[in-house]
């Protein structure tokens, strides 16, 4: 089921920082690593390059956990658990031109027709941390 992001926890995703994203290998162990990603509504966008072992694994359906921390206050924090609701690659250059003003300031430099990037949407399912009444 969807959980609606409340005005506090919209607020503090449109800050900049790095999202951890855990994705299930099929060992059974689970893989993190740091991303950008961008809120748009109540969803999270994530851009993998079509290569990434960690963008593989996100499919329609599939489950997923980011963790996003406060770089000046670790102790400002929320996870999410959430469910991928659409991977494509339409737009994906675009986006993560998009993601790279918003963390460099500047069009990303790494564009490789080779390998392109995706548009990954996650809906949150639950929601736990220290951003709002309702984490916990």
């Known amino acids: 089921m969807a959980s609606p992001l409340s005005a506090k926890m919209q607020t503090f995703l449109d800050e900049v920082m790095p999202v951890f994203i855990g994705t299930k290998r099929s060992d059974g162990t689970v893989q993190m690593n740091p991303i950008w ?29 980011l963790l996003f921390v406060d770089p000046s206050d670790q102790w400002r924090w929320a996870q999410m658990q959430g469910e991928v609701i659409g991977k494509s690659a339409q737009g994906g250059e675009e986006h993560i031109d998009r993601l790279s003003q918003r963390y460099l300031g500047r069009d990303y430099a790494f564009h490789d027709d080779t390998n392109p990037r995706l548009v990954v949407r996650v809906r949150p399912a639950r929601i736990t941390g220290s951003i709002d009444e309702r984490a916990a």
């Open 37 to 65: 990603y961008e809120r748009r509504g109540d969803e999270i966008w994530l851009n993998p390059a079509a290569s990434r072992a960690w963008g593989k694994r996100l499919e329609a359906g599939s489950a997923v956990t």
